[in-house]
């Protein structure tokens, strides 16, 4: 059920975006109210113990439903533009954060919210941009090329104080 919603929250936000006809960074994408309102219906059953039943070997657990939830939330958010509450999202999506995949993607989330939140503050950037090259090297050492690929594009984006940001989404 999970999965389902987070694909029509990941849908509505592509309607809005007329399929990314204008590219699929931070900078030119428009955030979608609905795509945050469709993940609010999961949130009653992230508090809920576990059955202990799992359909498959792979069957996702709470804490992987709850790190998903608070990524693509914090995501929702950066493409609003609402940089705190995705700064929230990002740092939860952290501590639920079971596999080192997840962990990178949460980290470089988190520190593109940071990043914005800096950039509109005028503060300094440069912490934003070496955590984001932490996360690229980290992502190459075990093999997620689109991990790493992503956090090279932000690190330079950041190097330059730009916002043609990637999220760590597929779009």
Known sequence: MAALLM??????????????????TLDVIEGEPQALEILQELEPFMG??????????????PALIRRFLSEKRGSFQLAM?????????????VDA????RGELKARGGLALARYMIALDD???T???AEETRAV??????????DVAGIAEHNA??????GRDLLLYEIL
């Open 156 to 161: 330079r984006v950041m190097d330059g104080a």
């Open 48 to 61: 809920v113990p576990s059955s202990g039943i799992s359909v498959t070997p792979k069957s996702p657990s």
């Open 122 to 124: 005028g503060s300094p």
């Open 7 to 24: 694909a029509e929250a990941f849908i509505a936000l592509s309607r809005r975006n007329e399929d990314y006809a204008r590219g699929r």
């Open 136 to 145: 690229r090297r980290r992502a190459e050492e075990i093999d997620e090329a």
């Open 97 to 100: 954060a079971e596999g080192v």
């Open 126 to 128: 440069t912490a934003f």
């Open 81 to 93: 533009h609402d940089w705190s509450s995705a700064e929230e999202s990002f740092a939860r999506a």
